[in-house]
């Protein structure tokens, strides 16, 4: 099969690849779709841990085809979405703790292990989730970061009722961020740069107050999703005294922060690596109960040889989530 691959000389290109057996406890899924992440770039350019040569992409949508020994058949041609982890030890104090994400020992799809950006990936049936039937499967792709959010908002820092929040960044998280805050009760604005004029747009029509610039010490949490030091910079300069700062974005390299600031404030500075079955669980309701919204954030969905011109999208005003579709 075709794939889009992270090479042993450290290149992302299409390859073919062998097609993975499926053992006892796995599923193979024809994909249907796998989004691209802002990690995927950060592997691309060797600023998040890879072991190549990979199939890369973990926001994975598809439909079961085959089952491993001790699977349940009642999988079989059934739409998912899946969690990203290939394998963690279990036996580790973090894994019993139901937080698998912080296993020293993780191996992940699409940087460990072979991921979605191909026609099949095989999958811990573990990992599954059924998509509701409300939810196309390229939109599904979505579940894999709102997960992330979930995890982010709701289970490390508790978004609540009556905060006054502000995201930034509108990008595919942020936008997520929006709506999951807003189901917590919070009211949110959303700030962006000015390329982003769309993307804030969709934001106010998700309910979002939008601002160009912020006034300081405001917001008693503040979710910095762009990962840009200049977008940093506001959060810390946004975030009232004792209120929460919440990191989403993943920078890819050292930012420099006013550090005293988090002593001077008496802040509460958190994120969450990833996502845990809880945040899952989570997710799957806010969708279900129409509280998130996934209409109009997968924008651009691409064939896998236009990889590149996929890639490159994501990096551009027009773009909020782009999806390779074998």
């Given at each position: 099969m075709i794939a889009v691959t992270k090479t042993v000389t450290g290149e992302v290109r299409l390859t073919d690849r062998t097609i993975r057996e499926v053992g006892p406890g796995h599923v193979r899924l024809a994909v249907s779709a796998t989004g691209i992440c802002g990690t995927d770039l950060h592997i691309a350019a060797d600023e998040y841990a890879s072991i190549p040569p990979v199939t890369m992409g973990h926001e994975i949508s598809g439909t079961v085809v085959q089952t491993g020994k001790g699977v349940d058949e009642s999988w079989l041609e059934q739409r998912v979405a899946c969690e990203t982890y290939f394998s963690a030890c279990e036996t580790c104090r973090m894994c019993r703790a139901g937080r698998r994400n912080l296993c020293v020992d993780r191996r992940s799809l699409g940087s460990f292990e072979d991921g979605g950006f191909a026609e099949y990936v095989v999958v811990p049936a573990i990992n599954l989730h059924r998509i509701p039937d409300h939810i196309s499967s390229e939109d599904a792709v979505l579940f894999e970061p709102l997960a992330c959010v979930t995890q982010c908002l709701l289970e490390r820092a508790g978004v609540k009722a009556g905060d006054r929040a502000l995201v930034i960044g509108p990008g595919a998280m942020g936008l997520l961020s929006v709506q999951v805050a807003l189901a917590a009760g919070a009211r949110v604005t959303c700030v962006g740069l000015?390329?982003?004029?769309?993307?804030?747009?969709?934001?106010?029509?998700?309910?979002?107050?939008?601002?160009?610039?912020?006034?300081?010490?405001?917001?008693?949490?503040?979710?910095?999703?762009?990962?840009?030091?200049?977008?940093?910079?506001?959060?810390?300069?946004?975030?009232?005294?004792?209120?929460?700062?919440?990191?989403?974005?993943?920078?890819?390299?050292?930012?420099?922060?006013?550090?005293?600031?988090?002593?001077?404030?008496?802040?509460?500075?958190?994120?969450?690596?990833?996502?845990?079955?809880?945040?899952?669980?989570?997710?799957?309701?806010?969708?279900?109960?129409?509280?998130?919204?996934?209409?109009?954030?997968?924008?651009?969905?691409?064939?896998?040889?236009?990889?590149?011109?996929?890639?490159?999208?994501?990096?551009?005003?027009?773009?909020?989530?782009v999806a390779l579709c074998p």
């Open positions: 000015a390329a982003d004029a769309h993307r804030l747009a969709l934001a106010a029509r998700m309910g979002a107050t939008i601002a160009t610039d912020v006034e300081p010490e405001a917001y008693d949490v503040v979710i910095e999703c762009s990962g840009a030091a200049a977008g940093i910079s506001t959060a810390f300069r946004a975030v009232c005294r004792a209120g929460r700062y919440i990191q989403v974005g993943i920078s890819g390299r050292d930012v420099t922060i006013p550090f005293d600031t988090i002593l001077f404030k008496e802040l509460s500075v958190t994120s969450g690596f990833a996502s845990t079955p809880n945040s899952w669980r989570r997710a799957l309701d806010l969708v279900t109960h129409r509280q998130v919204d996934f209409s109009g954030l997968v924008t651009h969905k691409l064939p896998l040889e236009q990889w590149e011109e996929a890639f490159a999208l994501i990096n551009s005003a027009d773009a909020i989530k």
